[in-house]
């Protein structure tokens, strides 16, 4: 049997699938499903979502829409990194460390 990509089972915008039905249509978990949503967008899928469910963009300002929304929702968690990154840097700890740098390189945090 081919395994097929999550996106397979996204409809086209303006049509929607909500998370409980597409979770039901591949026989998983919601929190499977999303573990699948959030690696195909990290391996560049787009797949659009809102209040009405998950859907496949098919012009460039539903693109914009994804952008932004996402955009923004890493600008917010930054955000709130930084008063985190304060509070270690408070207690002694080498923030650039956790972040796996050292040197200006990344390296493999265990």
Known sequence: MVKRRITDH?????????????????GETER???????TAR????IIGSDEQGYYI??????IATYYRRHRKRAMTTLKCLKAVRKAL?????????IEGRTNGKTQKVT
């Open 10 to 26: 996204i409809p086209l915008s303006p049509d929607r699938i909500s998370m409980r039905s597409l979770a039901l249509k591949l």
């Open 32 to 38: 499977e499903t999303r573990k699948h949503i959030e």
């Open 42 to 45: 990290m391996n560049g899928e």
């Open 57 to 62: 963009p098919t012009n460039a300002h539903e």
């Open 89 to 97: 840097r408070a207690a002694g700890i080498d923030v650039a460390q």
